[in-house]
């Protein structure tokens, strides 16, 4: 049997929105989806966007082994709380993020 990005992806999504007992629509509107689009990634039609993706992972309380992705961390809480807060965060906030966090590693060295 082939492996199945789009189809993978689509059983893993209705099956843990089955768990957590949710309808499409109810996951839609958790997300600011449509039904419709919820029910296409579910029948394996879209791919959802990555940023579509995480939503619906964090919606539904999915972890990211589900999909084959083992996260390391290194047990310091101040690095798992940015990640936390960039996965939270829009395209334009991680842009932002990014310059900034770029400017003061650059600069570090002036305040140590």
Known sequence: MIFDDKYFIGRKIKSFRKKRGLTQAELAEKI???EKHISK???SIHVPSLSAFFKIAE???IGMEEFGFELKTDGNPDREEL???IFDSTD???KLLLSVVKCLKENLHKFN
Do not use: G, V, Y
Request: charged share 40%; proline share 0%; glycine share 0%.
């Open 32 to 34: 600011d989806l449509s």
């Open 41 to 43: 990634i579910e029948a």
């Open 59 to 61: 919606a539904l309380e």
């Open 83 to 85: 990640i936390k807060c």
């Open 92 to 94: 334009e906030e991680i």
